[in-house]
């Protein structure tokens, strides 16, 4: 007689809510972890102090800043699908996906690919091309940043040249991608050439090659790219914005060049455009901050505590504003996402 197999391959649907606890345990540990540190190594009553003394006025400023950078996130969206003329639609959407990040262990990515089609008349095949570009330049953004906090923090004081110096490097790193994703049929080939002088086997060569293609092709015209990145260039420049003007109206004591390298640091490592749940967004500012001794972490936790509610209260806001617009519910945005990874 036939034996079931249920038992022994787990539904889709089981995999995924395995995968969510998993998230759900680690934030929790990370936010208890966080809460020995804190009562193990920072006053609590100085850093409420801290808190309390923040000026309102440059935080306003600094969400200004942020707002500016969202609607270039909605702008560059839009011309990554191709310019859809359900601006509106899309615009609410978008909102929508960034706090799901927020509250649950679901990507942003995964959710912005779900809700866009949901709610617009573009195509998933169309969202997840967009997607894929989006999220390339993303990580290049991200390591041009760090570089230039790091490049900032290893000299003793700031002045213009060494900000030029740094910027300087950064932008080397932004058009070596650019070009990389340009010759990127040649750049394997040489690749792969300089692995067959070092005797690596066949197997590994075909893995490596296949990695290095994977990572730099993209569906999308040089073109486009370029300008989808000065869109984003000048995104990241609103966002450091907001996370330095944040910096500023916190009285923690640093000088400039402090704080101009913590906040670059911060927004390397957890931009507004990739946010995530309490505790991981910690995790993931303060953790690295500190091994590259950008910061203590007496400063590092109430900054990144600061960041992370100013940036949920308008992922909020714009969420209810979007659920309003597009006659949706809280659920129904849980609801889609759940089947679309089911389904996945």
Do not use: C
């Amino acid at each position: 007689m036939p034996t079931s197999t249920a038992s022994s391959n787990p539904s889709p649907e089981t995999s995924s809510s395995g995968t969510s606890l998993r998230t759900w345990i680690i934030s929790a540990a990370v936010i208890i972890g966080l809460l020995v540190l804190t009562a193990l190594f920072v006053d609590v009553e100085a850093m409420w102090q801290v808190i309390r003394g923040t000026h309102p006025l440059l935080v306003l400023a600094g969400i200004f800043f942020l707002l500016l950078g969202i609607a270039l996130i909605d702008v560059r969206w839009w011309y990554l699908l191709g310019r859809p003329r359900a601006w509106r639609r899309l615009v609410h959407a978008t909102h929508i996906s960034y706090l799901v990040p927020i509250l649950t262990p679901i990507p942003n990515y995964v959710s912005r690919v779900v809700l866009t089609p949901a709610a617009t008349p573009v195509s998933l095949p169309q969202a997840t091309t967009g997607m894929v570009v989006e999220r390339m330049i993303a990580q290049i953004m991200r390591i041009a940043t760090l570089i230039l906090a790091i490049s900032l923090g290893v000299q003793s004081e700031m002045s213009m040249a060494s900000m030029a110096r740094s910027v300087g490097l950064s932008l080397l790193v932004l058009g070596g991608y650019l070009l990389a994703i340009r010759y990127v049929d040649a750049l394997t080939r040489g690749v792969a050439r300089g692995l067959l002088k070092l005797r690596v086997s066949q197997a590994w060569r075909d893995k490596i090659t296949g990695m290095l293609q994977d990572a730099l092709s993209i569906d999308v015209g040089m073109k486009e790219l370029i300008l989808a990145l000065l869109m984003t260039v000048v995104m990241w420049t609103f966002f450091f914005l907001f996370h330095f003007l944040v910096m500023l109206a916190m009285p923690l004591g640093l000088d400039a060049h402090a704080q101009v390298t913590i906040a670059l640091g911060a927004l390397a490592l957890t931009p507004p455009s990739a946010p995530a749940m309490l505790g991981i967004y910690q995790i993931s500012q303060i953790g690295p901050n500190l091994i590259l001794r950008l910061g203590e972490f007496e400063d590092l936790l109430p900054y990144s505590l600061m960041l992370y509610f100013l940036q949920l209260l308008v992922w909020l806001l714009l969420t209810l504003w979007g659920v309003r617009v597009l006659k949706m519910r809280l659920s129904d945005i849980f609801r889609i996402n759940r089947s679309f990874k089911t389904e996945g």
